[in-house]
Each structure stands twice: as C-alpha cells, then as structure tokens.
C-alpha cells in the first residue's frame, strides 16, 4: 500500500498532505481472537501479527488515521463495528471487516474491545465462597492471598453515587502508566533563570489613567436597556461616538460630535442600531478619554422549554502557554482556582487535567482536533440541538496574517473601502459557513489595534491597554455579561461559546501576567453561573521565548493547560458517571480530540451514556494503561510521559548525520524552487525572491526509535540573506528505517526564528514559513563568500561544493563528500536559454540513498535540484558505486531534445 506524495490523508480534524517522496505501509494482517470464558463472565483479547512491535490501532468510530509503527499517518479508513447480540452469560464482541483505504489498498481494522463486566458483589463473593467449599481448598488459601482480589472486586464495584467528587483522583484499582514529566536539577536551574521562583513576577500597571464611564449600560430586564451617561466626566470637551461600519467592518474613522443635552438619547438609539446590526459594542471619546462600550446581545429565543436546563459551554483558549508556565506566572489566578476548590460557599469544582497532551507546536494542529477540523462541526451539532454559537477573538479579521475565523489565511491588507465591503462580505460568508450566530467584541479589536498602528499583538507590545485596563480584561467582562444576561433570561437558548486569547503569543514569556487579575475574577465568576461549564485550555506552551530552546522548555512545549471549573448544576446534569470519570481523568493522558468526542456526545442520545472513551471521550474514563503510543502525534512532538521518549543524544554537526542534514535542507529547497515556479508571477523559473537556503551547521540532534524506523529531529542554521546577521533556523524531522533499507522520509519541518520580518519581501506563492529573503536589494559581499557567481553553494555545512561541468558549463553536477561516510548530490542548469533532461543511475550497493536511484529530473532554465544523499554504513566497503548521468539538451528556439550521451560522475 503505498501513498503518493500529494496523496490527501483524511481524517476527522484535518487533511495531510504527506511530506514524504513515498510512504510504504508493508504490514501483514492483524488477525484478532477472542476467548469467552462462559464459567466466570470475562473476556481477553489476544492480538497476533508478524509484524514488529504494532501498537496504537484504536477504533474510534469515526475517521482517524490508521497510525502504526511510526505513528504518521500513513492511510485511513472508516472504522464500522458490528455488535452481535449479547447470549445469556457471553460478552458482546466485535465483527472484523475489511475495508479499503483512501490509496486504493486494502487494511483489516478491528476494534480493542473494552470490558467493564459489572457483577454484583454478594453473588461474586458468594461463588467464591462456594468454589472453594466444592473444591475443598478453602482452608488451605492464606487469607493474605485473599484480600487485594477482594478489595480489587470492593472498589470495582463501587457505586458511582458514592466516587470521589472532590477534584481528587483517589483511583487505586489500576497504576497510570504514563507519570508526567518532573524536571531534574538541570531543568529546574533553566526555569529559575528565565523565570525566577513562582510569584517573582511583577504585577504590571497600565501606563494610562483610568476615567469614569462616560456612558454606562444596564439591562433592566428582558429587552430593556437602559443607557446612563455623565457628561461631567469629559469637563468642557467635546462628546463624540462611533460605531463599526456594517458594510466594511473596519476600524472605526467616521466619529459624530453628541449635543451634551442629547448624550443619553444619541447613545441608546446607537445601542439598539448596533444590536440589530449585530455588533455589541461602540466608542465614546472626549479629550484625551477613549472608551469602549459593550453590550450583550439579542439572543435566540428557545421554543422548546425541555432545552432550558441545558449546559452552556464557556470555552477559553490561552495561546502559547504551558502548564508549568501558568502556574508559575499567574498567581491570583491560580489562587482562584484553589478558592473554588476549597470555599464552601462557591458551589463548585475546579478539575485539572494534569496529563493532557499536545501533538504539535502549532496552535492549527492542535484546535483541528478540537473541532474535528473546521468549526461548523462541533457548532453544527450544538444547533442541532438547539443552542446558539458565540466566537470571540482578540485578533483583527483583516491582519495580514488572518485570524481563526478566516483559517489564518495570510492576505493582503485591504486598502480601500471597495477592498474592505469585498473583503467584509466574504468574512461574514465564512461566519455563516462555521455556523457562528454571534461574535461578542471580535471587532472591537481592529479600532483598539488601530489605536497603536497594528492589526495583531503578536510580539508586542508588551502591554495594550485601553482606558486603564488591559485589552484582555474587555473580553473577559464582556463574556461576562454575556452569561449574566442569559441567566437571566429564561427564554433564551443555551449557548455554546469560544474565545481566543492570543496574550501569551510573544516572545518573553512575561506578557500573560498582565491577565492575571482579571482572570482570577472571571474565574471566580464563572463558578457562581450554576448551569455554565467553562473549560480553560491552551493548545500549547512557549515556542519562541528564550526558554523554549532549552530542553526544559522544549518539554513544556507540548504540555498545556486544560482546566474545568464545574459548577453544582452542571455536576448534577452530567450525572456521577460522567462527572467521576473526568475526576479520574485528571491523572489520564489524552489529546483535545477526547475532548471533542466528549462535548460532542453531551446530547447525543446514543453516545451520552456510553462508557466507551472512544465514544465519549473525557466523559468516559480514559484507559489507565494509555500512553503516547496510543495518541496520533506529529513527528517533532514530545511525549509529557516521562520516560517515553527515549532519545539517542547526536553530537553537533557530526559528520555521519550531515547526509540527513543535506537531505532535510535540499527537500526545503526544492519545495521553495517548486512553489516559486507554479505561481502566477512573471519569473517560472529557479528561485524568485524567497532565496536558496545554504546549511551553516546544525544541533540539538536527538534520534528515537520508533518500532523499524528511526526519527531524527534537528535545529539546522542556514545562511541569512542579505541585510541580516542572524542565523535562519528550521526545526526538522526525518524518518529512515532502523536496518539498513533504502529511502528517507522527510516528515515535518518548523521555523523556529521569526518569519514575519521577510513579510514585505517574501514571493506571494512561496510559503513564508520557508523563505528568508533580502528587503532591500544590495552588493553583500558575504554573499559572494556563500555563493558562486552563478549562484551555486561554495560550501555546505561547511564542507566544499565539487563542481563537475556536463555541459557548456550550463549544466552542473554538485557533490559535497562529509567525512569518509557520507556525501551529497546535487543538479543545477545554471543558464537560461536551456533546458536539460537529466539521468542518474549507478549501484546503491551496501550504502543508504535518502532517494533511490534511478533518479529523473527535468531542468527548466536557472533551476537547481537535490538529488540525493548517500551514507556507507560498513567502514570497510570501498567498492565503486558506478555513479553515471544521462543528458539530453533541448537549446531556445528548438522543440527537440538532442542526446549529449552518459557521463561518469562517481
């Protein structure tokens, strides 16, 4: 079975395109048996394979990736079981089918059934009782040998009424196989030296005053709004408002002066002309005072009473913040976070999921799972069931970089209003395609933004504020507002909501503190809204601060927070065994996606009360035996199981990894060269702006086995462009096979330096995350020291570029050897009035090629081609590889391509 290399994986929250030259599944079939003991009801699974070391084939129910030994996904299918009916004393079990893959292949699924046989405890003890009587061993059993069946028999039959509540995992029946990351002394010494001790952060201030309210909002009761202003507040100063544009939705520009006489009046009538517009928000300015005013909205009213007593779902995504990290930064939120747990007077819980995993470093691999891809299928089913949607984000929707609602698609920034009403009726498209009824102060944030000469927060500024409060505290009072407004209408339908904070997505680590106060308050809030469950979590921790190169902070990479704070109703709606299950869970590992089930199941009348996890996710208690090996994780993910990932440390630039270095490099540049040559600019040829990247050295290189195959991940340093002094720096991952086989495949790769500073340079079809460009056209001569005038590498990796001349010193043949064990290839047709179609064969005796020969490329004008890289495994092979090129010319002018024969290049 074999998938392509633009070959689209499905499955539920993404499509991957397969970064690989050719992905081989050679696994032989899994056959599955089940015993069926019909004396004491039990079931055992036994697996049988020939294969080596399979693990991590899970049934869930819906498409999910059929990850094995590497656990990439390698092909997909749907999973269907089909339960026979269940005999007196016999176990329900599961058909095996065949089913076919999206590549045409053919796999056999099956399902590791999941057994929690109940049985009641006077007749279990009473057989035992009775067994041993018959048997007339009794009295030679030691009661000490006795004791823990009995005690595991006690606690497995436990009522779910009578479990633990209290947010504490007291769970003994079973150990939890994955034990979370500890840091050493090392570790410990890296946080203290970023960070310091917990706590030492200073509570940071707003630079500006904080005024009076010059307009201030009540909702008396249902519809009622009452509007009071106090124009002494802005003094002698002119009054103005404004309101977002409903045809543009931009920042606002167009202020109207208010008679003072009129404030009250002008103000409300804006309320309500907003409110139907949809917005929840306008502006208020005097003087030096800048103030926003916000709203709740118009809600849906519910037609079904039985759907009042539904739970709403508050849901808070923190960007860019680990566990450890919050902890140790916000202090008045995690001090919040305690009261719930320990006042009697809040009558709620706060639950911490200590376990839940990341599996990947970007904030989109990470929400896909949330939402099984896109939004309009987790808030598709909640309107099914009568609910109304709410996102909110602290983003612009027209930066540059685009936001979530607009699937962070980089675009232009509209120019004009005929750009802005273009772009502002495909937002408000997409809205309606993700489902999305309202979106709170989403756009409050382009004025706001504005107001500094932004569109994003990304970096900076280290503080943002408005009136004398953070910019984040808007959102979370708003959110606020919103709830307290519904729970005092009875008619409205429950809602389902999302806000992302992109606070923590800078570069010091330091800047979330500024939403401590204000988040310990809206937590403190939240837990007195009886019917409103609020999750908080992040997708990940810190990539770009100083502390995320350090192997600490490279582990807290992929160690989020998620929290509960689960209030008397909604504990009492989910029911003891949903509520016991999640309590147990907090010391279970499991990824966003059990997440997604979870809420997904919350209604459904055939998942709500299933006990299968893979059915209801958190709602059903996760596996105590499931580790990382289980979870669909990218290539360059860190297992938070201690002892998981067992690595193989690599010396810095070492020579017999820098043919895998040379590889990664040359990948990335072939994809720069093809993205470059398939879009609409004038140039089709080599490179446009976005130059090649020349490797300088490499580090931080760990291999893992992983079943046949070995992962090594890599920093690689590449050159910078012209005007820049620090090093460019990819984070990759590449996967060979652990015996000497050919191939290499090429799994992932991340920037870790900013990319943004190439924005205004970087060419429109080349990816941004791989381009590093010059701004500013200029004679550097450092890159005369890198290249060769006609652009070819003099070193790489800092070892020489040999150059052979195949043809009119047009078409270059480039080998770079690396120690005695490896080198790397290389084919460059350095003109522009010829294109070449070039050959290379030769033996790949007792040697590996990251790409096995024959190798065929066609070469366009000025355009360059990795080739291969090759590693000599036994030290005492010497046996020539017979390397040799075909070529053929085809000169401007001509249709034909002309033989110029075969030539040795070993």
């Known amino acids: 079975m074999v ?531 609020t999750v908080i979590f992040s997708d990940h921790g810190h990539k770009m601060t100083p502390f995320s190169y350090t192997e600490e902070g490279r582990r807290e990479l992929f160690d989020p927070v998620f929290f509960m704070i689960v209030p008397d109703g909604v504990k009492e709606k989910l029911g003891p065994e949903r509520m016991g299950s999640l309590v147990t869970n907090q010391k279970r590992i499991f990824m966003l996606y059990d997440v997604h089930k979870a809420l997904m199941s919350l209604h459904d009348s055939q998942k709500k009360d299933s006990k299968d996890y893979s059915v209801s996710g958190i709602f059903s208690e996760i596996p105590a035996n499931r580790t990382c090996a289980d979870l669909y994780m990218l290539p360059l993910t860190r297992c938070k199981c201690e002892g998981f990932d067992e690595a193989i440390p690599v010396k810095d630039n070492a020579d017999d990894t820098k043919w895998l270095a040379e590889f990664a490099v040359g990948y990335i540049n072939d994809a720069i060269q093809k993205q470059h040559m398939d879009g609409s600019g004038d140039s089709k040829y080599g490179y446009g702006n976005c130059q090649r990247l020349v490797g300088k050295s490499f580090e931080k290189v760990v291999k893992r086995f992983r079943g046949e195959y070995i992962l090594t991940t890599m920093d690689i340093h590449v050159f910078p462009p012209a005007g820049f002094t620090e090093d460019e720096v990819y984070r990759v991952s590449v996967k060979q096979y652990a015996k000497p086989k050919q191939g290499v495949s090429f799994l992932s790769s991340i920037r870790q330096t900013m990319y943004n500073k190439f924005a205004s340079c970087a060419d429109k079809s080349v990816n941004i995350k791989l381009c590093a460009c010059a701004i500013e056209q200029n004679t550097d001569d450092t890159k005369k020291d890198l290249l060769f005038d006609n652009g070819v590498p003099r070193k790489m990796f800092g070892s020489d570029t040999i150059v052979k001349d195949l043809d009119s010193n047009c078409l270059l043949f480039l080998r770079r050897n690396f120690g005695t064990f490896s080198f790397g290839l290389e084919i460059a047709n350095v003109c522009t009035s010829r294109t070449y179609k070039f050959e290379l064969t030769g033996s790949m005796d007792q040697r590996i090629f990251s790409r096995t020969l024959p190798i065929k490329r066609e070469l366009l004008p000025r355009s360059f081609y990795f080739l291969t890289s090759v590693y000599k495994y036994l030290s005492k092979v010497n046996e020539p590889l017979g390397l040799k090129a075909s070529v053929k010319v085809k000169k401007d002018g001509s249709n034909t391509f002309n033989n110029l024969g075969i030539v040795s290049v070993s």
């Open 3 to 533: 998938v392509s290399r633009n070959k689209k994986v499905w499955f539920c929250w993404a499509t991957i395109v397969t970064l690989s030259e050719e992905l081989t599944a050679a696994r032989k079939d899994t056959e599955v048996s089940c015993k069926h003991n019909t004396f004491i009801p039990s079931l055992r699974v036994e697996y049988k394979n020939d294969a080596t070391n399979i693990r991590g084939l899970n049934y869930t129910g819906e498409k999910k990736p059929f990850s094995g030994l590497s656990q990439f996904p390698e092909t997909s299918g749907r999973m269907i079981p089909r339960k026979r009916k269940s005999m007196k004393n016999q176990a329900p079990s599961d058909e095996i089918e065949w089913l076919e893959d999206n590549s045409g292949g053919k796999f056999q699924c099956f399902n590791p059934l999941k057994m929690s046989v109940q049985i009641p405890i006077r007749q279990f003890l009473a057989f035992i009782v009775t067994t041993l009587l018959l048997i007339g061993i009794g009295m030679k059993l030691k009661m000490a040998d006795l004791v823990p069946v009995l005690n595991g028999a006690l606690l497995k039959t436990t009522s779910p009424q009578h479990g633990n509540t209290s947010g504490k995992n007291t769970s003994s029946i079973t150990v939890t196989k994955c034990k979370p990351h500890k840091p050493d002394k090392s570790g410990q010494e890296q946080i203290l030296k970023f960070y310091g001790r917990p706590g030492q952060l200073k509570e940071p201030k707003c630079d500006d005053t904080h005024h009076p309210e010059i307009c201030s909002y009540q909702l008396i009761k249902l519809m009622e709004h009452h509007v009071s202003c106090d124009v002494k507040v802005c003094g002698s100063s002119e009054i103005q408002m404004a309101s977002v544009n409903p045809e543009m939705g931009k920042a606002v520009d167009d202020w109207e002066t208010l008679p003072k006489e009129k404030v009250t009046y002008k103000v409300k009538e804006a309320v309500k002309t907003n409110l139907e517009r949809g917005f929840h928000f306008l502006f208020l300015r005097c003087g030096g005072i800048f103030q926003a005013l916000s709203f709740p909205p118009i809600f849906q009213k519910n037609e079904n009473d039985e759907d009042r007593g539904a739970i709403n779902v508050n849901i808070i995504m923190l960007d860019s913040i680990s566990r450890p990290h919050f902890y140790r930064t916000l202090p008045k939120a995690t001090e919040a976070l305690k009261k719930i747990s320990e006042d009697s007077a809040i009558k709620a819980m706060f639950l911490d999921f200590e376990l839940v995993q990341s599996i990947g470093q970007q904030t989109f691999e990470n929400l896909r799972p949330f939402f099984c891809g896109v939004l309009k299928v987790l808030y598709g089913a909640f309107k099914k069931w009568g609910y109304q949607t709410f996102f909110q984000e602290d983003l612009c929707w027209y930066d540059i970089w685009g936001s979530v609602l607009t699937d962070i698609e980089r675009r232009a920034m509209p120019k004009t209003n005929s750009e802005y009403r273009t772009r502002w009726k495909e937002f408000q498209e997409k809205r309606e395609q993700k489902m999305v009824d309202l979106l709170g102060i989403t756009h409050f944030s382009c004025t706001v933004l504005n107001r500094i000469g932004r569109t994003n927060h990304y970096d900076s500024p280290q503080k943002i504020c408005l009136n004398g409060q953070f910019y984040s505290w808007y959102f979370f009072d708003y959110i606020r507002k919103v709830y307290t407004a519904l729970e005092n209408n009875r008619k409205a339908k429950p809602l389902v909501s999302y806000m992302h904070f992109n606070t923590g997505h800078e570069m010091t680590g330091k800047r979330m503190i500024n939403m401590d106060a204000s988040m310990a308050k809206f937590f403190i809030d939240m837990a007195l809204f009886p019917n409103t469950l």
